[in-house]
């Protein structure tokens, strides 16, 4: 069962551009939830994090827009530049299967061309 | 501060063969979780260990994998008698605190290659 769903599975903009990546999530006890970039070779690194009773956080170029009652969170990142070519991964915690764990969606190819 | 060490990097192992997967976790850190990565599947949670014990294997497959986090030395993920299904990219993530008040921090995982 997958219980955070991820799309698009890839994305394709120009420079300058702003990629959106969206996620939705079932487990209402979900109750943190961060983004994670990924270039190839490298393992998943933190990049911006939001809690359920915040609806958007920004941090430089990146921002995570919350909507708790539709169940669904975003991250936009703004003037994107070829350097944030990479994988994202969105994200939940919560107690699932015994522990208090992350649970992944299933990532988002994104590459900005010049 | 070094960050989360996994080795071996690459790993290449013929079918029926063992594969262990070590991570040193970041110093300070004494909860360690083990993810798998397939293509376009994402990361699947397998195992959340703290120092000598087993937290969480809801993710770990019944047969042929173990995974151990001693009181002294690094945390091993073992597959026995690999198949090619195996073949993934398992990474290791540390937190200083569980997942409270504290993010995980990943290494940059183990390929594994079945052949």
């Known amino acids: 069962q997958q219980q955070v769903k991820q799309s698009p599975q890839s994305l394709i903009v120009q420079k300058g551009g702003i990629p959106i990546i969206n996620c939705a999530y079932e487990?209402?006890?979900?109750?943190?939830f961060p983004w994670y970039q990924q270039f190839p070779g490298k393992g998943p690194a933190l990049l911006i994090a939001?809690?359920?009773?915040?609806s958007e956080k920004k941090e430089g170029r990146f921002t995570i827009s919350f909507n708790k009652s539709a169940k669904q969170f975003s991250l936009h990142i703004m003037d994107s530049q070829p350097g944030d070519s990479a994988t994202y991964f969105c994200?939940?915690?919560?107690?699932?299967?015994?522990?208090?764990?992350?649970?992944f969606g299933t990532g988002t190819q994104l590459k900005v061309e010049l | 501060n070094a960050g989360v060490m996994q080795n071996p990097r690459h790993l290449v192992r013929r079918r029926g063969q063992e594969a262990r997967l070590r991570c040193s976790p970041m110093?300070?850190?004494?909860?360690v979780y083990w993810y798998r990565q397939l293509p376009e599947e994402g990361l699947k949670f397998m195992v959340y260990?703290?120092?000598?014990?087993?937290?969480?294997e809801s993710g770990m497959p019944k047969e042929r994998f173990s995974a151990e986090f001693p009181k002294e030395g690094p945390s091993i993920l073992r597959i026995q008698q690999v198949v090619r299904g195996d073949s993934a990219a398992y990474f290791c993530?540390?937190?200083?605190?569980?997942?409270?008040?504290?993010?995980?921090?990943f290494g940059n995982g183990t390929r594994l290659t079945v052949t």
């Open positions: 993530a540390s937190s200083p605190q569980g997942l409270n008040n504290s993010p995980l921090h």
């Open positions: 487990n209402t006890a979900f109750d943190y």
């Open positions: 939001i809690r359920p009773d915040v």
């Open positions: 994200a939940a915690r919560g107690v699932t299967g015994g522990g208090n764990k992350l649970t």
């Open positions: 110093k300070g850190h004494s909860h």
């Open positions: 260990l703290q120092k000598e014990n087993i937290i969480d």
